[in-house]
């Protein structure tokens, strides 16, 4: 059977934990003034925001993606409007459609994705922003490399991005990706598997159903 390598800093059951980012909180307050709605994007992100001011709950939030939803709801927050579609312009389209007249704050790491301030912008929409954590990579010898065959499982671009900072790509590997903007991040060539929807659960549910292939 397959060996799968998780480069979340979460462990899951059945894998091998290759965590490849490290967080660290970089805002000491959060910068409130003249907003009313905040925007999240990661579970992190709550999780920092959490640390700097638990009084980020005041506000309703808009969470990208299920995970983030569950995290701002563990840590009692409210929820007004998780997307369907979280891809970068699609974000930013359902955010001028539904919530042009709202102030928002988007609390987020220091290097993203997609430049949704400068999108909304060109709609009239005026997003602060605020970075609150950033990531680095952790550091690995060659030797701890996955093995010929195994499925590497990558749940955000900075974990790509740190994976090949530490190993070559081998031919031989199969990579599950939580979404599309994470794909674009895989070298050339790779054989890889989308998961059905960004979450590290369902990453994991792609990466069993590759085991034995």
Known sequence: MRPIYLTSPQKAEGTFPLPM???RIVADRIEYQGCDTLVFTSKQAVRSAEAIDPGWKRFPCIAIGPATERQILALGGEVLHRPENFYGENLAEDLIERF??????????????FDSKAFLA????????QVIYETACRSYSPEEAPPKGAIVVF?????IHCFLENFDWDPGYSAVVIGRATLEHLPS??????????????????????QNR
């Open 21 to 23: 980012i490290r967080f």
């Open 100 to 113: 042009r007249d709202r102030r928002l704050l988007y609390l987020r790491p220091r290097k993203v994705s």
């Open 122 to 129: 060109e709609a009239g929409i005026e997003l602060k922003e």
């Open 155 to 159: 749940t955000s671009p900075s974990t």
């Open 189 to 210: 060539g790779c054989e890889v598997t989308v998961a059905a929807e960004p979450t590290i659960d369902a990453c994991l549910e792609a990466a069993r159903s590759l």
